[in-house]
């Protein structure tokens, strides 16, 4: 990653932003001055997309694809961060896939490391931030939004305790949320993941090992979802959950009692990633998805739902359930980092936590 302060400055985000507003510009592979073909679709054409978009989303997100080319058909395989990661590098040798849509960019890149990934530079890609997709031409990733962790806390359950809200990492050590808090699995969920390798990078490798051996002491259980531990607070299941802001989001407004809380230290993060499939046969309409993917009507529907957008942009105001920039809410984060350490961090996780893993269906 690129200075943290700054990409900071630059200018990026925020729900009522004006989109699709960056400079035209050419770039490899085409020579200066051309315009980018147009890609030729096949009738009937169809594609399948291993997304993990919450699936909530996915159909409205894919309205105006729909729209746009009516006779291709779109296959979704919708999953967990770390299911998906799973099932393409099982599928190495015979992918079933034709796109990656909206998975985790660590991810991404362990797939790229993997040899897994076709380099693609999709229409309009000059409008994405540096930051916010593959350095190569063409790109093996580029990114769509972001999202970070944060606390959803079901305010009713607590006051039956009379408990305090909890604000920071350290809150969450307090003896008494014991057995009231519960996390994403970092090997199922990119929300688990980016929680684990943010605290390692925002605390140091000894520390935040230490932090996670006393988080352990009050956590109930670790989901395969990001989204669950909101849902199971939203239900009054548990007073805690571990998530990140969407979802927590989402879920005050269809009247839960709750209190989404993005932590005094900074929230880990990890951007949502689009990437073709390396396969022998790409189909054509493969690069047409994913030029929809960063178009200005795909980007408006992510940005009813997220705050931080991977698109150039003039600033605006701050979406509704953010208490300040949500861009000065993120920790320093370094993605390639995250994912050269992810095996050796899974592994040690799971050496010291698996007992309270949710099981797996």
Not at 5 to 29: D, F, M, Q, Y
Request: aromatic fraction near 8%.
């Amino acid at each position: 990653m690129k200075a943290w302060r700054k990409w900071l400055t630059a200018s990026l985000i925020l729900s009522t932003l004006t989109i699709g507003c960056g400079v035209k510009e050419e770039h490899s592979p085409q020579a200066a001055g051309a315009s980018k073909p147009e890609t030729q679709i096949t009738k009937n054409g169809e594609i399948t997309v291993y997304t993990a978009l919450e699936d909530d989303l996915i159909q409205s997100y894919l309205t105006s694809f729909k729209a746009k080319y009516p006779q291709t058909k779109v296959n979704i395989v919708r999953d967990s961060t770390g299911v998906i990661t799973a099932k393409l590098l099982a599928e190495k040798e015979n992918p079933v896939a034709d796109v990656v849509w909206g998975t985790a960019a660590t991810s991404l890149l362990v797939l790229d490391q993997a040899g897994l990934l076709e380099g693609y530079s999709p229409q309009g890609v000059e409008r994405i931030l540096p930051e916010f997709k593959d350095a190569g031409r063409p790109e093996k990733w580029v990114g769509i939004d972001a999202w970070e962790t944060a606390f959803v806390v079901n305010t009713k359950e607590l006051e039956k305790k009379n408990l305090p809200v909890p604000r920071s990492y350290e809150d969450l050590l307090k003896p008494e949320y014991q057995g009231m808090i519960v996390m994403p699995h970092p090997a199922s969920s990119g929300t688990g993941y980016l929680d684990v390798a943010g605290w390692l990078q925002l605390m140091g490798t000894d520390k935040a090992w230490s932090y996670m051996d006393k988080l352990h002491q009050n956590i109930a259980i670790y989901t395969h979802s990001g989204s669950k531990p909101a849902k199971m607070a939203a239900a009054g299941e548990y007073a805690i959950g571990i998530s990140f802001g969407y979802r927590g989001i989402q879920e005050k407004k269809k009247g839960a009692p709750l209190e989404v809380v993005f932590p005094a230290e900074g929230s880990g993060w990890d951007v949502e990633a689009n990437a073709l499939v390396k396969k022998k046969d790409i189909k054509p309409e493969s690069k047409l998805f994913l030029d929809w993917a960063i178009s200005e009507e795909a980007m408006k529907e992510y940005n009813k739902n997220y705050a931080i957008l991977a698109v150039k942009n003039e600033g605006g105001a701050i979406p509704e359930g953010y208490t300040k920039n949500p861009l000065e809410q993120l920790i320093k984060y370094d993605l390639n980092r995250s994912a050269k350490e992810r095996e050796s961090i899974l592994a040690e996780w799971e050496k010291r936590y698996s007992t309270k893993a949710e099981a797996k269906k």
